[in-house]
């Protein structure tokens, strides 16, 4: 029997989502919701997470709930296809986290190597939070919660799955087959996984300020374009230039089409083409820039547009994560009765609790 798809996904709410985003995961999301087989999907604007590095600037948080959310509906995240939730509104993902940490030790979750990578570059050092982490068993409650088979994920995000699969091996293996095996599912473009910032360094940030918003106007868009990072040994035109690890490729390779090229920039017929040219020599940086420009504000144009009206209705906004977030707790509370019916820890479901303790009484 196949088994129905169910798909979780989601974002800290830390500031408005950029086009890091939107290729990583936004884009795919946008497909999947379409896709027949899929049963149900959940998309989660993970407060409680993003709470556990900005626990002292709590209105940060608050205040990007609905930027989010906004982000979501204006790519066409649709609502009468997808169950959107704040994390911090299901207290049932509060209860599964402290089971779990039950079954995993602080040793393994030094060892996670997304952990450590942004332990490192938050330079927390000896006084990360208690809650950052558990960062990974915080997700694997969020993911088990609803069943959810698929996670569509970046790359650096793979060892978070890793750990949630071992999460739901050892507790299957103490308690009986309750959670669901999650299975990551990757970009397919792998120039997806993770998206250079603007000024080269190895992932887009919002902390480190290196981001292309959605939301960004297009003079905002233009300055951040025409100032990107390119190949530093390209000084001339008809100096030859590196293409590998210069993010305006890399930009082009995650969001220019043929058909882009055929309307932007009709001396080439495709990427393959300009890359050519820029790597021989003869094609100066300004040009690419000014092509880049042309195919991102073909793309963010009617993202942006969509969100300023949806800006104009916040009650429809705040309407959509408030239903949301009640269909979303029904279901996750259906998942804590099994968890807790398994761990023999549901007293006072029935009378099964005090008909076995009366037994174990009367034979002493």
């Given at each position: 029997?196949?088994?129905?798809?169910?798909?979780?996904?989601?974002?800290?709410?830390?500031?408005?989502?950029?086009?890091?985003?939107?290729?990583?995961?936004?884009?795919?999301?946008?497909?999947?919701?379409?896709?027949?087989?899929?049963?149900?999907?959940?998309?989660?604007?993970?407060?409680?997470?993003?709470?556990?590095?900005?626990?002292?600037?709590?209105?940060?948080?608050?205040?990007?709930?609905?930027?989010?959310?906004?982000?979501?509906?204006?790519?066409?995240?649709?609502?009468?296809?997808?169950?959107?939730?704040?994390?911090?509104?299901?207290?049932?993902?509060?209860?599964?986290?402290?089971?779990?940490?039950?079954?995993?030790?602080?040793?393994?979750?030094?060892?996670?190597?997304?952990?450590?990578?942004?332990?490192?570059?938050?330079?927390?050092?000896?006084?990360?939070?208690?809650?950052?982490?558990?960062?990974?068993?915080?997700?694997?409650?969020?993911?088990?919660?609803?069943?959810?088979?698929?996670i569509p994920v970046g790359e650096d995000q793979l060892p978070m799955i890793e750990q949630c699969q071992e999460i739901v091996a050892k507790f299957n293996n103490i308690y009986g087959e309750v959670l669901v095996n999650p299975r990551a599912v990757l970009p397919e473009k792998s120039v997806c996984n993770r998206l250079p910032?603007?000024?080269?360094?190895?992932?887009?940030?919002?902390?480190?300020?290196?981001?292309?918003?959605?939301?960004?106007?297009?003079?905002?868009?233009?300055?951040?374009?025409?100032?990107?990072?390119?190949?530093?040994?390209?000084?001339?035109?008809?100096?030859?230039?590196?293409?590998?690890?210069?993010?305006?490729?890399?930009?082009?390779?995650?969001?220019?089409?043929?058909?882009?090229?055929?309307?932007?920039?009709?001396?080439?017929?495709?990427?393959?083409?300009?890359?050519?040219?820029?790597?021989?020599?003869?094609?100066?940086?300004?040009?690419?820039?000014?092509?880049?420009?042309?195919?991102?504000?073909?793309?963010?144009?009617?993202?942006?547009?969509?969100?300023?009206?949806?800006?104009?209705?916040?009650?429809?906004?705040?309407?959509?994560?408030?239903?949301?977030?009640?269909?979303?707790?029904?279901?996750?509370?259906?998942?804590?009765?099994?968890?807790?019916a398994a761990m023999k820890i549901n007293y006072f479901d029935g009378s099964d609790f005090l008909d076995e303790q009366k037994v174990r009484f009367s034979a002493k």
């Open positions: 029997m196949k088994m129905e798809k169910i798909i979780l996904t989601g974002d800290r709410p830390t500031g408005r989502l950029h086009v890091g985003h939107y290729v990583g995961s936004l884009r795919r999301r946008v497909e999947l919701q379409n896709e027949l087989d899929i049963k149900k999907m959940y998309v989660m604007i993970a407060d409680t997470q993003a709470l556990t590095d900005n626990a002292k600037n709590p209105s940060k948080i608050r205040d990007n709930v609905l930027e989010v959310a906004l982000d979501y509906l204006a790519c066409g995240l649709d609502p009468k296809k997808i169950n959107f939730f704040v994390q911090s509104m299901i207290p049932e993902l509060c209860e599964l986290t402290m089971y779990y940490m039950n079954l995993v030790t602080v040793a393994r979750l030094q060892r996670n190597p997304t952990v450590k990578s942004e332990i490192q570059m938050r330079d927390f050092a000896a006084t990360i939070p208690s809650g950052f982490l558990n960062y990974p068993v915080s997700q694997a409650a969020d993911i088990t919660a609803f069943k959810a088979n698929i910032g603007i000024d080269g360094k190895a992932k887009m940030s919002k902390s480190l300020g290196n981001c292309i918003y959605l939301s960004d106007e297009p003079e905002e868009l233009k300055t951040k374009v025409m100032s990107m990072f390119t190949d530093p040994k390209h000084l001339r035109v008809s100096d030859p230039g590196e293409v590998e690890g210069n993010p305006v490729f890399t930009y082009l390779r995650a969001f220019a089409t043929d058909e882009h090229f055929l309307e932007f920039c009709p001396d080439y017929k495709n990427l393959a083409e300009m890359e050519e040219h820029y790597t021989r020599g003869g094609l100066g940086d300004v040009k690419v820039k000014r092509f880049l420009l042309a195919v991102l504000e073909s793309t963010l144009k009617p993202i942006r547009e969509r969100r300023k009206e949806l800006a104009k209705n916040l009650d429809y906004v705040y309407d959509v994560l408030k239903t949301g977030s009640l269909q979303a707790e029904e279901a996750a509370s259906k998942t804590l009765a099994e968890v807790r």
